[in-house]
């Protein structure tokens, strides 16, 4: 996993004791209020400061989209939070592909985390000895979608 503050890097790996990972529960010990709202259907979600008190941060999320890219969606956003707070001003908004106004290197860098976050290689390593057989399998147990977990195992998508 990329470097963190230890005690955010704590917070993640206590939240991955188990599959699938609880990405709200994380959310929330991050300090982070998490939303499911009504968005225009080419956004994902969003990373924002509260509005009452721009110490604390939401993430908003597209109630219309699956459950899986909702899980997604709330992992890149917790990324951005943990990598990226202090570079977005009042917050960064993202669409369908986890593009925003932040460069594609910092796109990159969330997507790499959330994927970490959300598919830790030892928990991987635990379904498939627990009798995963295929890429599909593995997305089902964490929850994710099958194209990501073939992106994570670095098969063809
Ligand atoms: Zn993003």
């Given at each position: 996993m990329m470097m963190l503050e230890p005690e955010y890097m704590e917070v993640v790996k206590r939240h991955q004791q188990e599959f699938p990972i609880r990405v709200g529960a994380l959310a929330?010990?991050?300090g982070i209020e998490v939303k499911t709202?009504?968005?225009?259907?080419?956004?994902?979600?969003?990373?924002?400061?509260s509005s009452d008190n721009p110490e604390r941060w939401v993430i908003r999320v597209n109630r219309r989209h699956s459950k899986?890219?909702?899980?997604?969606?709330?992992?890149?956003?917790?990324?951005?939070?943990?990598?990226?707070?202090?570079?977005?001003?009042?917050?960064?908004?993202?669409?369908t592909f986890y593009r925003s106004n932040l460069?594609?290197?910092?796109?990159?860098?969330?997507?790499r985390l959330a994927a970490d976050i959300l598919m830790p290689w030892s928990l991987i390593r635990r379904?498939?000895?627990?009798?995963?057989?295929?890429?599909d399998d593995l997305a089902e147990a964490?929850?994710?979608?099958?194209?990501?977990?073939h992106i994570r195992l670095g098969l063809p998508t």
């Open positions: 929330r010990e991050l709202t009504d968005m225009p259907d080419n956004v994902s979600g969003s990373l924002s400061r899986n890219r909702q899980r997604f969606t709330v992992a890149h956003e917790i990324a951005h939070f943990l990598l990226h707070r202090n570079q977005i001003g009042r917050g960064v908004t993202d669409d460069s594609d290197s910092r796109e990159r860098e969330a997507n379904a498939t000895e627990e009798g995963a057989r295929s890429a964490f929850g994710v979608s099958t194209a990501a977990m």
